[in-house]
């Protein structure tokens, strides 16, 4: 059975860093691309990184430069550092599989739990 | 960076009618790269449909989607008691990034 146990979310002041991580079951996430999407409260859904089974690695802008998505392959782990955090990171951060269409990336067919984040003083 | 504009916003049907959701891009999308979730409150998004039209597995058959270019469509054949949700499209587009609608809330 898949399945995706996000943990880590908690309230930071502005500025503050945080870790959030994905520890993964089902299938192995070397072999799969990953990602990281948010939900702000009450609002839609925001991507914010992605690790490619090579290692490359891509954000949004609203995210470069502070926020680094890794993995730990012995741990089967996906993790989302996250850096210099502001009130607007403030969300609900998922992490899900990724699904390819004819050879290029599509879709999210698994997707954990959840773990919010709370950036405020 | 392409935009997703769903409508309408909000769609108030009873069980047992049809629901027809819309997701128009801001320049044409190949429809390889079009995907269809369903949230429900306090959950995290369920993929329905890839490709456009393809339904994900597990997926009843009363969910299908369509489209090209710039205009793609969610059907929902009958409505049932769980189908009740928010509906969110979304699209690949190259750098990489992936880009979701404002979603479409379907309430009875």
């Known amino acids: 059975e898949v399945q995706l146990v996000e943990s880590g979310g908690g309230l930071v002041q502005p500025g503050g860093s945080l870790r959030l991580s994905c520890a993964v079951s089902?299938?192995?996430?070397?072999?799969?691309?990953m990602i990281w999407v948010r939900q702000a409260p009450g609002k839609g859904l925001e991507w914010v990184s992605v690790?490619?089974?090579?290692?490359?690695?891509y954000y949004a802008d609203s995210v470069k430069d502070r926020f680094t998505i890794s993995r730990d392959n012995s741990r089967n782990t996906l993790y989302l550092q996250m850096s210099t955090l502001k009130d607007d990171d403030t969300a609900v951060y998922y992490c899900?599989?990724?699904?390819?269409?004819?050879?290029?990336?599509?879709?999210?067919?698994?997707w954990g739990q959840g773990t919010l984040v709370t950036v405020s003083s | 960076e392409i935009v997703l504009t769903q409508s309408p916003g909000t769609l108030s049907l009873s069980p047992g009618e049809g629901a027809t959701l819309s997701c128009r891009a801001s320049?044409?999308?190949?429809?390889?790269?079009v995907a269809w979730y369903q949230q429900k409150p306090g959950q995290a998004p369920r993929l329905l449909i890839y490709?456009?039209?393809s339904r994900a597995t597990g997926i009843p058959d009363r969910f299908s989607g369509s489209g090209s270019g710039t205009d793609f469509t969610l059907t929902i054949s009958r409505l049932e008691p769980e189908d009740f949700a928010v509906y969110y499209c979304?699209?690949?587009?190259?750098?990489?990034?992936?880009?979701f609608g404002q979603g479409t809330k379907v309430e009875i």
């Open positions: 899900a599989r990724g699904g390819w269409v004819r050879g290029d990336p599509g879709y999210f067919d698994s």
């Open positions: 089902g299938f192995t996430v070397i072999r799969n691309y």
């Open positions: 690790i490619y089974s090579g290692g490359s690695t």
């Open positions: 320049q044409s999308v190949s429809s390889s790269y």
């Open positions: 490709g456009a039209s």
């Open positions: 979304q699209q690949y587009g190259s750098s990489p990034t992936w880009t």
